[in-house]
């Protein structure tokens, strides 16, 4: 058995879309399973559609998933540089090699003449192509071509009859006629190689065995198969994985939310949710498991158990799986995870209280971000409820009645011993009783005042953790604020 060698092949145009990453995951866990080599591979040969960090975007995305690499950016390896901006002499070198053999050719067409022909055959509603006017000039033409200084690009001489076939792990054999093959560039004018051509040579020169990647490029697959054999190269075996595609079965876009794996980072989603979830897109053990470590993951991931058929991307399947693992974390993990979301939100304030609220939020909470809102209260001095927030629907209209009622519920708290949740609850439930206080409204209107929400962890929890001093003040200045709106009383 050789040994397995993969590679995920991004281009650093921007922040790795979530269907591109599925691509590197499966790679990666191809790699892991068969204890072969996951190799990155820098594809930034199209240097107008590069942006800035887009390089530091992909690594970030690779690194907070966990998937880690051999060879590559930062780690080097015996096939190396790892980027293709930086093996340029090597596609040169093999570009003149197919021209020498005959398996390609110079092209000298100007832009604006390639532009007229595109015209003129869409004009004539023919499919789009190189109409091979290079190909078929005499030496003597060549030659006048070449002292007139232009700089010819090179093109890849594609048979003119007959067909091509190669053979895809998931799709099947896979048949283009060659007439509907273009005489593809594969070195610009300005020495740069396009992507067939650096991704061949690549793949050949750092001995990849089995090449993964998404099957919109399944009509590339003819062109890299004729220069496997114009090269006398063996190819490599080929995976092209499913899309992914939102809901509509459109692919999947910014129109369908977050699409890059960093904004769901930021957004509050565990890595080992989004593995989980990345993994069933495309890939299933079975007909009904959906739970899977990284490690069971690595144990039980083939190709044979990927579909050809595209993916859907379902939003509350993530939801499902994230609040999944975020249960299974223990206090001090979930604790550890939701600090970086609360410092974001500028809350700084104590871990102890983080740790005693966490276990409150642990199964209320889908994404680590929603930990903001639910406890944001606990990290701030004071909080500011309106009226009306108070008020609610329970005591609409009468601030008056609402001041009185918080005034008992200070007196009772002051009282209260032990201040814990159990005590709180029962003395909140007696108060309501022998007052005439509907409980509901009155446990809402407490929780308005201490909390500024509607919507908090469990109020006699809650209230336990504030403190007695906290919970008094709010409560105190509550009742200002409802004092202030109560109607002027008739002498
Ligand atoms: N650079 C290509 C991409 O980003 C790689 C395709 C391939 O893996 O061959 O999609
Ligand atoms: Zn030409």
Avoid at 244 to 264: A, M
């Amino acid at each position: 058995m050789t040994l397995v060698r993969v590679r995920y092949a991004p281009s650093p145009t921007g922040a790795p879309h979530i269907g591109n990453i599925r691509t590197a995951l499966f790679t990666w866990l191809f790699a892991r399973h068969h204890g072969g080599k996951f190799i990155v591979r820098i594809e930034d040969t199209d240097q107008a559609r590069e942006v800035d960090n887009g390089l530091e975007l992909i690594l970030e995305s690779l690194r907070w998933l966990g998937l880690d690499w051999d060879e590559g950016p930062g780690v080097g390896g015996p096939f190396g540089p790892y980027s293709q901006s930086e093996r340029l002499p090597l596609y040169q070198k093999w570009a003149h090699w197919l021209v020498e053999h005959s398996h390609a050719y110079r092209c000298y067409c100007t832009t604006e003449r390639l532009e007229q022909m595109r015209k003129d055959q869409e004009a004539r509603k023919q499919s789009p192509g190189y109409d091979r006017r290079c190909r078929f000039m005499s030496d003597a033409e060549r030659r006048a071509k070449e002292q007139s200084g232009i700089v010819p690009v090179i093109r890849l001489a594609v048979p003119l009859s007959g067909a091509t076939t190669y053979h895809d792990l998931i799709h099947g054999d896979v048949t283009f006629d060659n007439k509907n093959i273009d005489d593809q560039v594969l070195l610009k004018s300005d020495g740069f190689p396009t992507y067939h051509l650096a991704v061949v040579v690549d793949d050949h020169e750092m001995q990849i065995t089995h090449i993964t990647r998404g099957d919109d490029w399944i009509s590339s697959g003819p062109k890299h198969a004729l220069l496997y054999r114009a090269f006398g190269w063996e190819m490599p075996a080929l995976a092209q994985l499913p899309m992914t595609l939102g809901p509509d079965r459109k692919k999947l876009s910014k129109r369908h939310g977050s699409t890059s794996v960093i904004d769901f980072r930021e957004q509050g989603y565990l890595p080992e949710a989004m593995i989980n979830f990345l993994a069933r897109l495309g890939w299933s053990y079975d007909d009904h498991t959906e739970i899977f470590s990284r490690d069971e993951l690595i144990r039980l991931f083939d190709l044979d158990r990927v579909h050809p058929s595209a993916a859907i991307f379902d939003m509350e399947k993530l939801n499902w799986l994230n609040g999944h693992y975020i249960r299974a974390l223990s206090t001090l993990e979930l604790a550890q995870r939701v600090r970086p979301f609360l410092d974001a939100a500028g809350l700084e304030g104590d871990n102890d209280v983080l740790l005693a609220v966490t276990p409150l939020i642990q199964t209320r909470i889908k994404t680590l971000k929603e930990a903001v809102s639910l406890t944001d209260f606990f990290f701030v001095e004071r909080v500011e409820p309106s009226a009306a927030q108070l008020l609610g629907k329970g005591f609409g209209g009468r601030p008056d009645q609402a001041a009185d009622a918080i005034g008992a519920v200070i007196d009772t708290l002051r009282a209260l011993s032990p201040f814990d949740a159990p005590a709180l609850e029962q003395a909140l439930r007696a108060l309501a009783e022998r007052s005439n206080f509907k409980t509901g409204a009155l446990f809402t209107l407490v929780r308005e005042a201490i909390t500024a929400r509607s919507v908090t962890p469990p109020l006699f929890d809650t209230i336990a953790i504030l403190g007695r001093e906290r919970t008094c003040a709010r409560l105190e200045h509550a009742r200002r604020v409802l004092q202030a709106a109560a109607p002027i009383q008739a002498p």
